[in-house]
Every structure is written in structure tokens, then in C-alpha cells.
């Protein structure tokens, strides 16, 4: 089974991202003047061409902002007949909860009714869910070749940086790891992941990955309300 990933950038239109779903299939004689339904013509038929089963659509809340040259209810229907390729594929979209609102706009209620509603929990520490995110996060640095001090607490800080939030916790992994990798370091230390953690959240004086004991730096954080 081949799944389709994409991320939809925050100035996407609907026929964008139908020339995003034919670039990353392959096709690459798109024209500048190929109109929207074209575009997801081609698009549909292009999923049962490379055996494309399922779709996963990331921060798709993009394509439902109203606006100049934006179509809401297009974008609604072409979600909806993403669903009904010939073949069919499975349809996965995530956002932020603008999308649901959006979505829920269409008079008929027929396209979210096709949908089944999921809400990621947050990661709490010592968890089975935080166990499972620091052995990937440790299992994708071997992978990469990069070392990570057990002692430091790495994911168990990194989670509690993000409050626990799925995609955040995730994302700031990875960002952690790239950079480590971009940089030819054989080993992360706290003081790197600090400097990565702040380019996204600058003007902080402490943060989850100061270097000292993690309980110790966890008690101060909490202490000052970074969990509130």
C-alpha cells in the first residue's frame, strides 16, 4: 500500500494543491492555465495510476481560508471526491480546528459526515505514549548516528518544552536531530538543544534543556508556572 503525504503551505489555494498531488506523483506537464476541476481531474486519476491507497493531508485548515481567488466550498467538494476516486483511497486530513468549522460550513453537512472525528491526547510524563516517543526519538538518532545520553532525559525534557503536545514534541524532535546532523556532531548535547528550542521560542532566561539534573531543572520550571 503507497500512502501520499503532504503538508499544504499557509498560501495554498485548492488548485494548488492539486498541482502539489501531481508534482509529488509524478506529473510534471501542468500548465499554468489548468483550471481547478481540471487539475483534481487529473489528480484523482493519477492516485490509481502509482497505487496511491491513501492520503494523508497535513495542515489542510490552509486551503479553507476565505479570501480573494479562495473557494471554501471547492475545497470542501474536492476533499469529498478525493473520496470518491475510482480507485478509492482512504482520506486522512488533520489542522487546526478552523478546519472542522470550515468544513462544517457546507449547507449539506454531506462531506463531514464522511469524516470520522480524532483529537490527539496530550503526552503526559512516564507514560506509555512518553516511553514510546523517547524510544523512537532514540531509535531515530542511532538510525542518523547520532548519540544521546540516556542520563540527560532528552524526550522527557523535549515533551515537557511542548506541554506535551503530540505534533510539537515530534516536530521539535526532529528539528533537534537535523540539526545535530546538518552540523556533523556525533553527539547532542543539552546546550545544543537548548540553542534549537530557543530560535523557535527566543527571550527565555531557562528552559527544559538547561544543564543540570533534569528533576532539578523540572522542579524549577515548575516552580515558575511553565506548565500553566
Same mark, same amino acid.
Given at each position: 500500500?503507497?500512502?501520499?503525504?503532504?503538508?499544504?503551505?499557509?498560501?495554498?489555494?485548492?488548485?494548488?494543491?492539486?498541482?502539489?498531488?501531481?508534482?509529488?506523483?509524478?506529473?510534471?506537464?501542468?500548465?499554468?492555465?489548468?483550471?481547478?476541476?481540471?487539475?483534481?481531474?487529473?489528480?484523482? &486519476?493519477?492516485?490509481?495510476?502509482?497505487?496511491?491507497?491513501?492520503?494523508?493531508?497535513?495542515?489542510?485548515?490552509?486551503?479553507?481560508?476565505?479570501?480573494?481567488?479562495?473557494?471554501?466550498?471547492?475545497?470542501?467538494?474536492?476533499?469529498? &471526491?478525493?473520496?470518491?476516486?475510482?480507485?478509492?483511497?482512504?482520506?486522512?486530513?488533520?489542522?487546526?480546528?478552523?478546519?472542522?468549522?470550515?468544513?462544517?460550513?457546507?449547507?449539506?453537512?454531506?462531506?463531514?459526515?464522511?469524516?470520522?472525528?480524532? &483529537?490527539?491526547?496530550?503526552?503526559?510524563?512516564?507514560?506509555?505514549?512518553?516511553?514510546?516517543?523517547?524510544?523512537?526519538?532514540?531509535?531515530?538518532?542511532?538510525?542518523?548516528?547520532?548519540?544521546?545520553?540516556?542520563?540527560?532525559?532528552?524526550?522527557?525534557?523535549?515533551?515537557?518544552?511542548? &506541554?506535551?503536545?503530540?505534533?510539537?514534541?515530534?516536530?521539535?524532535?526532529?528539528?533537534?536531530?537535523?540539526?545535530?546532523?546538518?552540523?556533523?556532531?556525533?553527539?547532542?548535547?543539552?546546550?545544543?538543544?537548548?540553542?534549537?528550542?530557543?530560535?523557535?521560542?527566543?527571550?527565555?532566561?531557562?528552559?527544559?534543556?538547561?544543564?543540570?539534573?533534569?528533576?532539578?531543572?523540572?522542579?524549577?520550571?515548575?516552580?515558575?508556572?511553565?506548565?500553566?
Amino acid at each position: 500500500m503507497v500512502t501520499l503525504f503532504i503538508t499544504v503551505p499557509p498560501d495554498a489555494t485548492i488548485k494548488k494543491l492539486a498541482e502539489i498531488i501531481l508534482a509529488k506523483t509524478g506529473y510534471t506537464k501542468i500548465d499554468a492555465k489548468l483550471r481547478s476541476a481540471d487539475a483534481w481531474e487529473i489528480a484523482r &486519476h493519477r492516485f490509481g495510476l502509482v497505487g496511491i491507497k491513501t492520503v494523508v493531508i497535513d495542515e489542510c485548515h490552509h486551503i479553507m481560508r476565505p479570501g480573494s481567488g479562495r473557494d471554501v466550498l471547492g475545497a470542501i467538494q474536492s476533499l469529498k &471526491h478525493i473520496m470518491q476516486s475510482d480507485p478509492g483511497v482512504a482520506l486522512i486530513i488533520a489542522g487546526v480546528p478552523s478546519l472542522k468549522d470550515a468544513i462544517l460550513s457546507e449547507p449539506s453537512g454531506e462531506t463531514y459526515r464522511r469524516f470520522q472525528e480524532l &483529537h490527539l491526547t496530550r503526552i503526559r510524563l512516564g507514560s506509555k505514549a512518553a516511553g514510546l516517543f523517547g524510544k523512537n526519538l532514540m531509535k531515530s538518532a542511532k538510525t542518523l548516528g547520532v548519540e544521546l545520553a540516556v542520563e540527560d532525559a532528552l524526550p522527557e525534557r523535549i515533551i515537557f518544552a511542548e &506541554h506535551g503536545q503530540v505534533g510539537k514534541s515530534v516536530a521539535l524532535g526532529k528539528e533537534i536531530l537535523r540539526d545535530a546532523v546538518s552540523r556533523k556532531r556525533d553527539t547532542i548535547s543539552l546546550a545544543n538543544a537548548d540553542r534549537v528550542f530557543k530560535k523557535s521560542t527566543p527571550g527565555l532566561d531557562m528552559t527544559p534543556f538547561h544543564v543540570a539534573d533534569w528533576d532539578v531543572v523540572k522542579a524549577e520550571l515548575n516552580a515558575i508556572g511553565w506548565g500553566q
